[in-house]
């Protein structure tokens, strides 16, 4: 009798892939960045980098929910928060892709660096650049924050879902 061996099926490797940052808050621009970046992995993790040093607006726990608020009608995307080397935390998420948004040359500057530092701790980590909207460009948490803190309307920076949310 013919015995034919099955060789077990492949199973394919998830691409995962973290996005860093402080989402203090979590602007329209970060948003889209995700939502861009959705069709090229089977997983996104948006991580909040917790830095001893810096003073946030937002308490982690706040973060965490508005993160939770926004992503929770799309499986495919996570939130999470960690503390050390971003490198490190990608390590432990089994995360091969760095997700970054550039708005400048300065960000390109400053990124650039970052992501040549990264590929020396972590080599199979990539960083993958997402090029900002045009309308997103000048957003950043820093400019919502100042709004917020001056008790100005900062709603319109803001994803739609979490407009009620924030202050
Ligand atoms: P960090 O504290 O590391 O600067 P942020 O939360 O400010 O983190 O931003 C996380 C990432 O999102 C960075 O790569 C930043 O360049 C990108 N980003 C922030 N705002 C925008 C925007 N309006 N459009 C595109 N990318 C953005």
């Known amino acids: 009798m ?13 691409r995962i892939a973290v996005f860093p940052g402080s989402f203090d808050p979590i602007t329209i621009g970060h948003y889209d960045i995700v939502k861009r970046a959705l069709p090229l992995f089977d997983k996104i993790i948006v991580a909040i980098g ?25 499986p495919k995307v996570e939130r999470n928060a960690y503390s050390g080397l971003t490198a490190d935390y990608c390590r432990t998420e089994n995360a ?7 708005r400048s040359s300065a960000d390109f500057e400053y990124e650039k660096t970052i992501a040549q530092l990264n ?14 909207a045009p309308q997103y460009t000048h ?29």
Do not use: W
């Open 119 to 132: 590929k020396d701790l972590h080599p199979d980590l990539e960083t993958v650049f997402f090029v900002s």
């Open 50 to 74: 917790q830095n001893s040093n810096k003073k946030y607006l937002f308490s982690l726990e706040k973060r965490l929910e508005l993160l939770t608020e926004l992503f929770q009608d799309e």
């Open 2 to 14: 013919l015995v034919q061996l099955q060789k077990p099926p492949k199973l394919k490797k998830m």
């Open 139 to 167: 957003i950043s948490s820093t400019i919502v924050r100042e709004i917020i803190i001056n008790n100005g309307d900062a709603t319109q920076f803001l994803p739609e879902k979490l407009r009620n949310l924030i202050a």
């Open 96 to 102: 091969k892709y760095l997700l970054r948004g550039l």
